[in-house]
T-cell receptor, first 117, second 114 residues
Framework: EAQVTQNPRYLITVTGKKLTVTCSQN?????MSWYRQDPGLGLRQIYY???????DKGDVPEGYKVSRKEKRNFPLILESPSPNQTSLYFC????????????????FGNGTRLTVT | AQSVTQLGSHVSVSEGALVLLRCNYS??????LFWYVQYPNQGLQLLLK??????LVKGINGFEAEFKKSETSFHLTKPSAHMSDAAEYFC????????????FGSGTRLLVRP
């Protein structure tokens, strides 16, 4: 089954304790992206990756890191989490974001609810 | 710069009534427009997309949306609401010509009353 898999689904941690949220897709998609969803703000892009070893900042990258060493994986790293990073996080992927397949839809994971105390 | 405004954070309708969820966009070039739906505890799923072909776009589950350039709108409609339509709906815009980002609206939660 084609899917985007995020782990864990729920995570409670304390300020400053490094954590990683994993994201994996089995559709051979080039493009992957991380979003955070907060009430009244919709989804805001954190980082995205056009392909392996190609990553770039989205709208709210502060406090986050990503890597894209393999096509299928795109982990989100919080080196020193803070309470303002408490949010619902989504990983998404699509075939490509180049002009030729511009309207390829995003496929989303089921989300990771992170609480930082 | 592109942006999306969804009017109404919550919309409540009776089962069988018309669903109308509003979306207005701002874009300096012809946009690509999308509606996504999020069911509880799930990620977002694509409902429909506009990519400069027909202005009336039909999506899944009986939803459709009409692109109106003069009004910069892309409202989502469904003639008859079903209980299973209760979810949060997001409008998103992306500009053509090598733009890699989708900009999402703040979302509208649809409540369907029995």
């Amino acid at each position: 089954e084609a899917q985007v898999t995020q782990n864990p689904r729920y995570l409670i941690t304390v300020t400053g304790k490094k954590l990683t949220v994993t994201c994996s897709q089995n559709m051979n998609h080039e493009y992957m992206s991380w979003y955070r969803q907060d009430p009244g703000l919709g989804l805001r892009q954190i980082y995205y990756s056009m392909n392996v070893e190609v990553t770039d900042k989205g709208d709210v990258p502060e406090g986050y890191k990503v890597s894209r060493k393999e096509k299928r994986n795109f982990p989100l790293i919080l080196e020193s989490p803070s309470p303002n990073q408490t949010s619902l996080y989504f990983c998404a992927s699509s075939l490509s974001r180049t002009d030729s397949s511009y309207n390829s839809p995003l496929h989303f994971g089921n989300g990771t609810r992170l609480t930082v105390t | 710069a592109q942006s999306v405004t969804q009017l109404g954070s919550h919309v409540s309708v009776s089962e069988g009534a018309l669903v109308l969820l509003r979306c207005n966009y701002s874009s300096s070039v012809p946009p690509y427009l999308f509606w996504y739906v999020q069911y509880p505890n799930q990620g977002l799923q694509l409902l429909l997309k506009y990519t400069s072909a027909a202005t009336l776009v039909k999506g899944i589950n009986g939803f459709e949306a009409e692109f109106k350039k003069s009004e910069t709108s892309f409202h989502l409609t469904k003639p008859s609401a079903h209980m299973s339509d209760a979810a949060e709906y997001f409008c998103a815009v992306s500009e053509g010509d090598s733009s890699y980002k989708l900009i999402f609206g703040s979302g509208t939660r649809l409540l369907v009353r029995p």
